[in-house]
């Protein structure tokens, strides 16, 4: 194809010429951290998850360390149109991650408030989030949670008004006896998922919150 002849696929990291399905050569596939969590116990992630919410499991493919290959790779997902990176993340994901006995029964994807899908074009999560929900054969909503406020527009705010609408998400309808699992990109302060997760576990009924990241700030 004359495409792929004018624009070879290329290894993120090596620049070497790669089968156009990859983003990285095997050579440089090795040298990704990857966490190895188990799903099912404790590990690095969910025992800083649990610091801020109560938290039932989680589970991080990569660490994201400075100047790493993990952060190359989820920079361009997220900001170079590169949408289908997402496909081969969770490819590596779907490799290592075992619910064993404690698969989730919901996914819902961290969503982006407007503004910014507007500029982007894409949630970077729903390509990723799609086909772990497609393999593992789990439902998944991209809609349970709604951006509610843009933090530039938060800043203008007096106190009051700031303190009224606290939290940036919103879950559009109530949940009920489930193992939800939240779909987030990186890990870094953990404010978004533990907003996330106090208002699922305020508006709803018996729900238990997992959480999975393609990588954890280390
Ligand atoms: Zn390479």
Redesign the pocket.
Known sequence: MIFDFLFPNR??????L?DKREI??????D?IHFSHHRFSENNGLKEKASLLFPVENAFSLMLYEKESLAQKIIQQLKYNHREKIGKNIAEWTIEKLNFEDKKPDLIATVPLHPKKLKQRGYNQLHIFANELSKHFQIPISHSLLQRTKHSKAQAKKDQHERLKTKNAYQLTEKIRDKHLLLIDDVYTTGNTSSNIAWEIINNSDNVKVSLLVMAMDV
């Open positions: 290894c993120l990291d090596c620049n070497q790669i990285v050569c095997e050579i440089c596939k040298k």
